[in-house]
């Protein structure tokens, strides 16, 4: 597999993890950033699915 073909980091350079260990950037958690070098790209894309949730949950 490339490196083009791998799902890429949401990450957006503004790391600063909230109360709930939510980064107020990337809306990961702090183990889905530790973890996300390692993950196939369906955990990936779970991940950002999840990470979709969370920034609806924030813009409400």
Do not use: F, Y
């Not at 949401?10 to 390692?38: F, K, M, Y």
């Amino acid at each position: 597999m490339s490196v083009s073909d791998k799902v890429r980091s949401p990450c957006v350079s503004v790391c600063a993890l909230d109360e709930n260990d939510v980064c107020i950037g990337c809306h990961r958690t702090g183990d889905e950033i530790l973890r996300w070098t390692q993950m196939t790209n369906d955990e990936r894309r779970e991940v950002l699915r999840l990470v979709a949730k969370r920034e609806e949950k924030v813009a409400l």
